[in-house]
């Protein structure tokens, strides 16, 4: 036994035999209490990074500018400044050629609104429901805010833990690095899929989960830092990246043009292009206007330049002089989510995020066949894992289907659609005792393509113009429910018959 | 003018990732010698790509991008050296090692829950927020750090208490570490 285990561990691996086999059981049994919210978290992270895409797909009327000029946008902000009520901020993004479309989110503690802004500076008001929906999922599980983001925070150190025992669990990483074994015994090929998916993604997956991680626990970590080293006064911390307000002079003062403090914070910032503007208190005399631009190399905006009620710069802040912390907060985000680089890099995350769905769903795949083999299988968990991967694609997938057909009606529905056919998934596949898992999977694997398949084309249906950004957004749709039948594809009655053997080892 | 340079950068490190994981892949197929050309090749190409669109893109957007194509690149690699086999139902025997196992109380199981979980957390906070505290440089510098310090060893502090079979040891040490890191930065808080 001892000499067998010494041949699966290779001379030079930095840890004994012993200590991989119970690194490797830790591996395990985090992945096991851990595996169906990592993968409820990457799987939506996963179709979240195509918001931008997907609230043009749900509202295909939706104006999507490349380009606005500085006269227009002092109209649509006007415009937003008389919808929304006095003392509201209002965040304004500016479109690019790498991400077209430009914003106005209009936002107080008692009011929230956001619109896309029109080539002649009108304004048509934002309804995404599901993309809403998938994005409150991904960060907070839907729960209260501080709560939900302490269990997705969790979560991603869970994930980073595993990467890091996953790699000192696999003595023959290297070795084995580009073997890839397809259609011999289950276990062996999800063991080749979780590992070679593992170890050539780990840069991206060990950036994901530990900015994941970060975003989920900051308010825990402000916190805490505040009670140790400010004396529990949060705002003492906050305020050391956020520009302190002015003093409150309510008195009422128009909003200056905005035409000139952009001109002026192009000048001031060069080779930068303002991308964001953040106006508080408009329309009142201690009203700011800060103006974010961002460089072509750079991830995340790093030039700012704040203007007052009457449009004198009052602060200007340029890359050279923020600290590296400041730099690298303001990147955390955009690293997260992949919305730096426009279609290609959000593709391109799409990818490594599903390769980070697969290794999830494989390590629990292994250990249930292991279990198997060994013959302690554990049917219960093997119908209620089948439930899990296939039925929230499935899930996912009838939702945005509700949100495209009744919008107005579908919004207030998504949450208890969602919960109720988790909940119900789960029971159903926990009383069919004699059912096999396989059994379980192929009905809700046809279900999730049919529900892409209906996405995918629906908006033909319901008699709205495609624009050419949503055709990518249905083909990858297609491409998913092809996926999801694959593997039911006619074989030959051999490979048929193995197959079928194989339904009870999964 | 970015959006037409990912156009450009995106083929060009797919390639580089291709190429180099290529590379590699000829020379760890060959288990009889050492094929350190192939190997210096390799990691040499995936290297200088990486660099190349840390220069070109910025050293953070531009490795960002350059890790995510790089990757994308050797993955396509392992797809196409992919091996189909005739499906069989006897098993295959895998070289991978075998987790331990072995009869297990439950007390172990919430004990080692209590320090992967909570006192994994405190003692990582107590590293990270005493080097948030102590450490020199600017505050804001030191903070972000220190947040992103925390996430890490919390998950190294998981990864060795889900291992460790000498519990009570595990403990001492991250209880040990979290008093004394609190305490160091407190001190700070209280100067």
């Known amino acids: 036994m001892k000499a067998s285990i010494e041949r699966e561990v290779p001379r030079g691996w930095p840890i004994s035999p012993a200590t991989v086999r119970a690194v490797l059981s830790g591996h395990g049994l985090l992945g096991l209490a851990f595996a169906a919210i990592i993968y409820l978290v990457c799987l939506t992270g996963t179709i979240a990074i195509f918001a931008p895409d997907l609230a043009r797909w749900e509202q295909p009327g939706l104006p999507v500018v490349a380009g606005l000029d500085d006269r227009v946008l002092n109209r649509a902000v006007e415009e937003a400044r008389r919808q929304a009520p006095a003392g509201t901020t209002l965040y304004v993004t500016l479109p690019t050629l790498a991400e077209p479309g430009g914003t106005i989110v209009a936002y107080s503690e008692t009011f929230e609104k956001d619109w896309a802004i029109a080539a002649d500076g009108s304004l048509v008001a934002h309804h995404m429901p599901f993309t809403d929906f998938l994005i409150d999922l991904h960060v907070a599980l839907h729960l209260p805010h501080s709560i939900g983001g302490f269990v997705v925070g969790l979560t991603g150190v869970a994930l980073l833990s595993s990467l890091i025992s996953g790699i000192l669990a696999h003595p023959r990483l290297l070795r084995d690095a580009f073997h890839l074994r397809l259609g011999g015994s289950r276990r062996l090929q999800e063991a080749d899929w979780h590992n070679r998916l593992g170890i050539w993604a780990l840069p991206f997956h060990f950036t994901i989960a530990l900015t994941g991680a970060l975003l989920g626990l900051s308010t825990i970590i402000v916190g805490v830092l505040a009670m140790l080293l400010y004396k529990g006064d949060t705002a003492q911390v906050y305020a050391l990246f956020i520009e302190r307000s002015p003093a409150v002079n309510a008195a009422p003062m128009p909003l200056p043009d905005i035409a000139p403090l952009l001109e002026e914070a192009r000048r001031r910032a060069p080779g930068g292009y303002p991308r964001q503007m953040m106006i508080e208190r408009a329309g009142q005399a201690d009203a700011r206007i800060a103006v974010a631009s961002d460089r072509d190399h750079m991830l995340a905006s790093q030039d700012m330049s704040i203007f007052d009620a009457q449009g004198r710069l009052v602060v200007d802040r340029h890359p050279q002089d923020l600290a590296v912390g400041t730099k690298i907060l303001g990147g955390i985000s955009q690293l997260h989510f992949g919305w730096f680089g426009g279609p290609l890099v959000r593709l391109g995350y799409g990818l490594l995020g599903l390769a980070l769905c697969v290794v999830t769903s494989s390590g629990v795949t292994i250990w249930l066949a292991r279990r198997r083999d060994k013959g302690r299988a554990v049917p219960l968990w093997e119908r209620l894992w089948a439930a899990v991967i296939w039925g929230q694609p499935a899930l996912l997938g009838l939702v945005a289907l509700l949100a495209l057909l009744a919008p107005e009606v579908g919004a207030r529905w998504l949450l208890p659609l969602w919960l109720a056919g988790t909940m119900a998934l789960l029971l159903v596949a926990g009383l069919l005792r004699t059912t096999p898992w396989a059994a379980i999977a192929r009905p809700l694997r046809l279900a999730g393509a049919l529900c892409f398949l209906s996405l995918a084309v629906l908006p033909l249906g319901l008699g709205t113009l495609w624009p050419a950004g949503m055709i990518g957004t249905s083909l990858v749709l297609l491409l998913l429910a092809v996926a999801l039948v694959w593997p039911y594809r006619r074989r030959s009655p051999q490979s048929e018959r193995a197959r079928v053997s194989e339904t009870t080892a999964p | ?191």
């Open chain 2, 1 to 191: 003018m970015p959006v037409f340079m990912i156009v450009w950068l995106t083929p060009v490190f797919l390639a580089a990732g291709a190429g180099g994981a290529g590379l590699l892949r000829r020379a760890w197929l060959d288990r009889r010698q050492d094929r350190p050309a192939l190997l210096l090749g390799g990691w040499g190409l995936i290297l200088i790509a990486a660099l190349a669109g840390a220069l070109v893109q910025g050293p953070v957007k531009g490795l960002a991008l350059a890790v995510l194509m790089l990757s994308l690149g050797a993955l396509l690699v392992v797809l196409a050296g992919a091996v189909r086999r005739s499906p069989r139902t006897t098993r295959e025997r895998s070289l991978a090692p075998e987790p331990l196992e072995g009869p297990s109380r439950a007390w172990r199981g919430w004990l080692k829950a209590l320090l992967a979980g909570p006192l994994g957390m405190t003692a990582a906070m107590a590293v990270a927020f005493c080097y948030s505290a102590w450490a020199p440089g600017d505050p804001r510098t030191r903070i972000v750090l220190g947040g992103l310090m925390m996430p890490i060893l919390w998950g190294l502090a998981m990864t060795w208490t889900l291992a460790d079979q000498k519990l009570l040891r595990a403990t001492a040490v991250l209880a040990g570490t979290t008093i004394a890191g609190f305490g160091l930065a407190a001190v700070r808080g209280l100067l």
